[in-house]
T-cell receptor
């Protein structure tokens, strides 16, 4: 079974631009969650989608948005990029909603650098 | 305000000895706890979990202990192997309110020395 696939692997953007990241979950998984990882901050929850609906959202500004398609693939968009958005963005899939006790399967992440 | 805290950014242990990684939480609504391991350039992978109805869960070399009154959990690795060198994240969630979001700690870099 193929794992969680994230594309692209690396991205370099400049301030003010926007970016779209893509995530293909494990076949059969209906939930996709997004996390931001920065040094010393661990993984910060962005949002979770299940059956094309956003089910939960973390404390990030509205510049961060996402969507999920009928095949469970998900995209995440960041508009008006800021230097502080430089981070590793991780996508995780699970069979059902991640809480309270689902196991997450992570992709390798997209490393975003904002110059 | 970090609801899940891993106060040790790094830990070094000799091969064959015990590794103990610690995690503290503040949200009393958390009732499910997980540990993930992350190698460089890879996503985290699930290691072990524990429900709040238990105080210990064991899987091979890995054991997680939960002390609900202290809001503290720990991961024990015995014996430690060089391949265990990775960043370890603890995470917590619950069924209601502010806990309905998987919350991760900042991670502990474990280095197992041969």
């Amino acid at each position: 079974k193929a794992g969680v696939t994230q594309t692209p692997r690396y991205l370099i953007k400049t301030r003010g631009q926007q970016v779209t990241l893509s995530c293909s979950p494990i076949s059969g998984h209906r939930s996709v969650s997004w996390y931001q990882q920065t040094p010393g901050q661990g993984l910060q929850f962005l949002f979770e989608y299940f059956s094309e609906t956003q089910r939960n959202k973390g404390n990030f500004p509205g510049r961060f948005s996402g969507r999920q398609f009928s095949n469970s693939r998900s995209e995440m968009n960041v508009s008006t990029l800021e230097l502080g958005d430089s981070a590793l963005y991780l996508c995780a899939s699970s069979l059902s909603l991640s809480v309270p006790n689902e196991k997450l399967f992570f992709g390798s992440g997209t490393q975003l650098s904002v110059l | 305000d970090q609801q899940v805290k891993q106060n040790s950014p790094s830990l070094s242990v000799q091969e064959g000895r015990i590794s103990i990684l610690n995690c503290d939480y503040t949200n009393s609504m958390f009732d499910y706890f997980l540990w993930y391991k992350k190698y460089p350039a890879e996503g985290p992978t699930f290691l072990i979990s524990i429900s709040s109805i238990k105080d210990k869960n064991e899987d091979g070399r890995f054991t997680v202990f939960l002390n609900k009154s202290a809001k503290h959990l720990s991961l024990h690795i015995v014996p430690s192997q060089p391949g265990d060198s990775a960043v370890y994240f603890c995470a917590a969630s619950g069924s209601s309110g502010s806990a309905r979001q998987l919350t991760f700690g900042s991670g502990t870099q474990l280095t197992v020395l041969p």
